[in-house]
């Protein structure tokens, strides 16, 4: 079975950074047909997506809320992919999830659990 375990959350005074892992098992195929993305969801507020890599060419794209803030990378050899995040703000609290989506077939989209991200002012 495909899994995704993401980790490195944590607390984090504001202006702070942390490294996000998502750790990618059980693909039959290369991890270069996913786009990985990293979403949120904070108490009250619907999930939003925050940053996706395309795994084959590291094309990325970031929410404007992050932009300048959060690197997203890969390492296809790993089947690993990172957020790093810095100069972090309270409004970045909010428990973080990464997803792999098929990009020949959009029907095939896994999920990770959740990791929590703490800010403090």
């Known amino acids: 079975d495909v899994q995704l375990q993401a980790s490195g959350g944590g607390l984090v005074q504001a202006g702070g950074s942390l490294r996000l892992h998502c750790a990618v098992s059980?693909?039959?195929?290369?991890?270069?047909?996913?786009?990985i993305g990293w979403f949120r969801q904070a108490p009250g507020k619907e999930r939003e997506g925050v940053s996706c890599?395309?795994?084959?060419?590291?094309?990325?794209y970031y929410a404007d809320s992050v932009k300048g803030r959060f690197t997203i990378s890969s390492d296809n050899a790993k089947n690993m992919a990172y957020l790093q995040m810095n100069n972090l703000k309270p409004d970045d609290t909010a428990v973080y999830y990464c997803?792999?989506?098929?990009?020949?077939?959009?029907?095939?989209?896994?999920w990770g659990q959740g990791t929590q991200v703490t800010v403090s002012s």
């Open positions: 997803r792999a989506l098929n990009i020949y077939n959009g029907d095939e989209v896994h």
């Open positions: 059980g693909f039959t195929r290369s991890l270069e047909d996913y786009a």
């Open positions: 890599i395309s795994s084959s060419d590291d094309t990325a």
